[in-house]
Structure formats: C-alpha cells, structure tokens
C-alpha cells in the first residue's frame, strides 16, 4: 500500500510539473495507446525441475494493451494489461500438461534513454525502466511483482509507433518477449 501511495504521489508531481510547459514550442504527443503480443516463459526454478523430469517448457502467449503518460520528452508513465490467451504449457515424456495462466497488471516508470533520427519521418528509440504487476496466481491470491523492461521503438510519420521489448519479473522469475504497433497523440 505504501509502493502504491509512493507511486501515486510521484505521478501527482509529474503531473503538476507537465501542466507548466510553454505552449509556444512545438507539438508535442503526450499519450500513447498500443495494441501488441507477448510471449512469456517459465521461472527458470520451475524449468529446471521440469527439465529433470525430460519435460519441454512451451512459451505462453498473451495480449498486450498498454497506455502511456508522457509528462515529459524523457519520462514515461506506462499502464499496462497483459491477458493470456492460452494456458502455461509443458511437454512431459509426451504428454501436454496445462496449468493456469494469470491476467496481469502494472504501471511504472520508463525513461527514453536514446533517440536516433533516421530522417524527417522516422525516428528510433530506447526506453527501459522499472515497473511492477499485479497479478492473480493459482491459489487465487494477490501477487506483486517488480519487473525490469525496455523497449526499441520505431516512430514512423505524425503518430504511428512499431515496438520490440523484452521483460524480466523478479517476482515470478520470468522473462518476457513483447512486441506491437501504437499510436501517440
């Protein structure tokens, strides 16, 4: 509850500070709305006893929305929801074994640590940063998770954005593959 209130409070400021800006200099897009694809992998404490069992560990696939608050050219507020569309599957001496695949949602803070213009139209850039999730795990218990995550992101034209990322949860010891095409406004 605390992580909560800090979090809360940190967006407040940010807010606060991004309602200052000059509204003589350029047009900046302060939000962004993404539609994507995640692949997620098992903790590698559950990979290693299933590999002693000759077991095979199929990635999860998941559906990524995300929103995301820009209060300034570098810092970023992203919202995010990742819904499973299949269930966590293992290979064990020939047989598919299933087990429960949770929603997940989190927030955080990313900073745009590169940018490379490619020319007028197109622009390419990094963003990592720390974030945390909430998810349901099998016992129907709430979860949270800190995670680590960056981005390279291809901006193409006023509003059109291309993105591939990676995740690792320290939480639930997992890695994440995510990518998808947004939009800024």
Avoid: W
């Avoid at 606060?16 to 709305?33: C, I, P, V, W």
């Avoid at 570098?74 to 995010?80: G, M």
């Avoid at 990742?82 to 900073?111: D, H, M, R, Y």
């Avoid at 981005?151 to 994440?176: T, V």
């Amino acid at each position: 509850m605390k992580l909560l209130f800090q979090l809360g409070v940190l967006i407040g400021a940010l807010t606060l500070h991004a309602q200052g800006s000059d509204s003589s200099k350029t047009n900046y897009r302060n939000f962004e709305l993404s539609f994507g694809q995640s692949l997620l992998f098992i903790s590698n404490s559950k990979q290693t006893s299933i590999v002693e069992n000759e077991a095979v560990v199929l990635p999860t696939s998941a559906v990524l929305f995300s929103a995301e608050f820009r209060p300034d050219r570098r810092l970023r507020i992203p919202v995010f929801f990742n819904l499973a569309t299949e269930s966590k599957q293992f290979l064990i001496n020939g047989v598919l074994v299933n087990e429960k695949a949770s929603p997940t949602l989190g927030s955080g803070i990313l900073v745009g640590c590169l940018k490379y213009r490619i020319n007028d139209k197109t622009a390419l850039e990094f963003e990592a940063g720390p974030l945390v999730s909430c998810l349901i795990d099998t016992k129907n218990s709430i979860r949270f998770a800190p995670i680590v995550a960056g981005r390279l992101k291809i901006f193409r034209g006023e509003n059109f954005i291309m993105y591939l990322g990676c995740s690792y949860s320290f939480g639930i010891d997992a890695f994440g593959l995510l990518y998808g095409t947004g939009t800024s406004f």
